[in-house]
Every structure is written in structure tokens, then in C-alpha cells.
């Protein structure tokens, strides 16, 4: 319904944090008990007949003690009926009697315990029942201010754990979201990278009967390796780039001669984390858009390095040459594309994808994203 304000959910808590709102109260309460037994012994000195500061803040602690003791039974009420813009008769009606219990039981127990002190000598009064008239009468609305002052704070506190508790959960919802839209763009990438595998090997099959056999059994291990990494986001740079070099052996075996590689990698960027089967796709992507559209082939560079806090990797592919001088290219297709959304999902800005046409043909891409080893990882974004 819109313009309903939604109910504030608040749950029964456990012996710990009992035991923690227990210990806070009381060291609420003693703290401006200390405070106002000082206050008692600075208000006495200019009439000459100050208290003395043990006694007056040994009375005043005594005092807000008391406090103490009947603030656990209002956290009760307000945890048990919490005021909601759809009820709240109830929730009034309950702190009616709150307060009327509130103001008697303090009355009751500063009579016995004989808080009460004279306001012009801080002398304690003795303990009786017109003593307790009398404190009854004259501190009525000082104890109703406390009463609500006491309630306020306690749901102000209550509504802020509350939201807390609802912040984390949506995070933990987005966070949920985010995982199970990155599992499906991850999801993607095999039948895709499949499907130009199995194109090549049927291709090869009217051609060379024993490297198609060899393609699908060297395709059989790639997929074994890529299912036992498919719960990770990120694994270690020298995983991916032995994926990538197997995947490239199939390549050769359908393009031979026509398809030359170089792998180069610097020692740290080795022991860099990296999304999962993030390189594949990229150099299927040259491969597929620029080698392959040669007659005479081409080479393909790949090469990765650390630099500056970042992992830098360059692929550098050969293709038809443009007449167009090296221009950006948007790269929509389903490799540069599920890459963006992939790394967006990981490293929110964080990273950059560029991939750029070169004057003498092919083109070059570059990826950088920040540098982290194995167990430091980044949290999936939201």
C-alpha cells in the first residue's frame, strides 16, 4: 500500500547481549552519578558548607542506581511494544503504566534506601512515609522528564540497531545479487568459447581426421580445468595464463603454421589474482576477429607485468590491415562484453579495458586492474 510506513522488526535477544545492555546501563547510570556527586560537592562550596566529595558521590551513585535498576524494565517495554505508525494505543497505553510504576518504585526506593537529601544542606532526610509524600509531590514531573528521557533513548538505540540490521541484510542481499549475476556472465563464457572450439574441430574433421582428435581430447582437459576453477572469482595469474596457453595449443592445432604465439610474463605479475577465465576471451577475441580473417594468419602477443600497484596485460594481435588511422574500439561482442561486466562487478572504476585498432592491422588491448596476491582478493560489488 503505498504511503504505509513499514514496522520496525524487533528481536529477542540473546544472553550475550543481555548481559552486554545490562553492563552498558549500569555504566551509564554510575557515570552521572559520579558526575552530579561532583556537581553536589562544587554546589555547596559557595554557602560555605560544601559535601564532601566521597560521601556526595557515594550518595549520588546510590541515587542513579536506582535509575539503573528500573531502566531494565522499560528496555523490556519498549522491546515489547515497540510503537508503529499502525499501532500505537497499545504501546501508550503500556508506558501509562510504565511511568506510574516508574514514579512509585523510584519513590518507594529512594525512601528506603535513604537517597533523599535536603537541596539547601544536602543533608540525607530520613526514611518515612511523609518523606516519601513529599518526594512524590514535588519531583512528579522531574520523574515523568526522566521516564520519557529514559524511553527515547532506549528506541532511539533500538531503531538504530534495527536499521543497522536491515543495512546488513539488504548488503548481504546485493552482495547475493552480485555473485549470482557474475556466476551467470561466467556462465556464459564456456558455451561460447565451446562453440567456436567445436566449430574448429569440425572444420578440421574433413581435413585432418588425427589433429581433430587431438583438438577434442586437448578440449576435453580445457573444460576439466575450467569446471574445477568455476566456483572462483579470482585465481592466481600463472593458472590463467597456463588455461590460456592450453587453449592457444588448440588454436595452433586448427590454424597451424598460419598461428604463431608469444607468452611473456614477469615473475610478480605471476603471483597476482585475476577474475577466473578473464585472458581466454580476450584472445579468442583477437584470434577470432583478426587472425582468422587472414589467409596467411598472423602472431598474437601476451604479455603481462606489474606496474605502479597494478597488473598490467597487453594482447597485441596481427589482422586485415584498415586504412583508418588506430581508433578505440567499442568491442560489444560477447567476450569484451561479458569482461566489462565481469571486472565492473569486481573492481567497481578500478580497472581499465581499452582495446585499440593498429595502422598496420590487428589490434591491441590492454587491461589493468589493482594488483592483489592470492587470499587478499576484493569483495564482489553490489
Known sequence: MVGKIPSMEFHPIDVRSGLRQVLATLGVWVGLGIFMGVQFHLNGMPGGRPVELGPGIALSVRRYLIYALLTLPILWLCRRFPPTSSRWIRPLTAHAVGLTLFVLLYTALQTRFGTIFDRKTFEPLPASLETARVLLRSNLFEQFTMYASIVTAVLALQYHREHRRRELREAELRRQMAEYELQVLKLQIPPHFLFNAMNGIATLMTRDTKIAREMLLQLSELLRTALSQSGQHEIPLR???????????????????????????????????????????????????????????????????RVDGRLRIVIVSDGPQRPAAPRPVAGSGIGLGNARARLSQLYGDAYQLRLVEREQGGAELLLEIPYHTVGTGVAVRG
Open 239 to 305: 593458472e590463467e595464463i597456463a588455461f590460456v596457453k592450453a587453449y592457444l595449443d588448440i588454436q595452433r592445432m586448427r590454424f597451424g603454421e598460419r598461428l604463431t604465439v608469444s607468452v611473456r610474463s614477469d615473475r610478480e605479475s605471476l603471483e597476482a589474482s585475476v577474475p577466473n577465465m578473464i585472458i581466454q576471451p580476450l584472445v579468442e577475441n583477437a584470434i577470432q576477429h583478426g587472425i582468422a580473417r587472414m589467409t596467411a594468419g598472423g602472431g598474437l602477443e601476451l604479455a603481462t607485468e
